[in-house]
């Protein structure tokens, strides 16, 4: 499967914790975006990288948060000291960007479903 | 402040018919839109999308319309199967800002047989 795959898939974890989840993006993609969903929402985006460059983040993303892309390949997404709040589904998606396209698809992982109690 | 509405949270259609999904948004600047699917346990999936260029894209039994001057875009699905049912997300971004998405809220639609 060369889809974009994402560890662990569900996550339970006591408030105040540290979590850590893991992206592996398809292997030729450029851009590696991270998003996170809420019951009755849609994605919202939180961050995204173009290799290894960070080059955007949302307000969503607080000071507990931080993302890596090292080598330009998988990602990894950090919250510090977890808040109920922060329970949600965490998305990651990939796409590769240029090749005279300016627009581009972003291909999802199965997302990894975080529980803060 | 949503920028991309979709006011129906669940859609109903026999089976064989026509599906019709809908979507508002709000920004201006978005010149580029596309919708996903997305099935329980499982990331959303590119279905189509469409550039602020055109007003009509099809690919299959699948056919978004976007109507600029009203802000809106629809998907129509003929004939709707019960594969189809999921949860459809519309999705839109402006092209020189990291084409990073904004997502609606989603419409579940349910395909009976």
């Known amino acids: 499967d060369t889809g974009v795959s994402q560890n662990p898939r569900h996550k339970i974890t006591k408030r105040g914790q540290n979590v850590t989840f893991r992206c592996d993006p398809i292997s030729e993609h450029n851009r590696l975006y991270w998003y996170r969903q809420t019951l009755g929402q849609g994605p919202e985006f939180l961050t995204y990288?173009?290799?290894?460059?960070?080059?955007?983040k949302s307000r969503l993303l607080s000071d507990r948060f931080s993302a890596e892309r090292p080598k330009g390949s998988f990602s990894t997404l950090e919250i510090q000291r977890t808040e109920q709040g922060d329970s949600a589904m965490y998305l990651c998606a990939s796409s590769l960007v240029g090749g005279g396209s300016s627009y581009n698809e972003q291909f999802f992982g199965p997302g990894t479903r975080l529980t803060v109690l | 402040d949503q920028q991309v509405k979709q006011n129906s949270p669940s859609l109903s259609v026999q089976e064989g018919r026509i599906s019709i999904l809908n979507c508002d948004y709000t920004n201006s600047m978005f010149d580029y839109f596309l919708w996903y699917k997305k099935y329980p346990a499982e990331g959303p999936t590119f279905l189509i999308s469409?550039?602020?260029?055109?007003d009509k894209n099809e690919d299959g039994r699948f056919t978004v319309f976007l109507n600029k001057s009203a802000k809106h875009l629809s998907l129509h699905i003929v004939p709707s199967q019960p594969g189809d049912s999921a949860v459809y997300f519309c999705?839109?971004?402006?092209?020189?800002?990291?084409?990073?998405?904004?997502f609606g809220p989603g419409t579940r639609l349910s395909v009976l047989p």
């Open positions: 999705a839109a971004s402006v092209q020189n800002y990291g084409q990073n998405f904004v």
């Open positions: 990288f173009q290799n290894e460059a960070q080059l955007e």
């Open positions: 469409i550039s602020s260029i055109k």
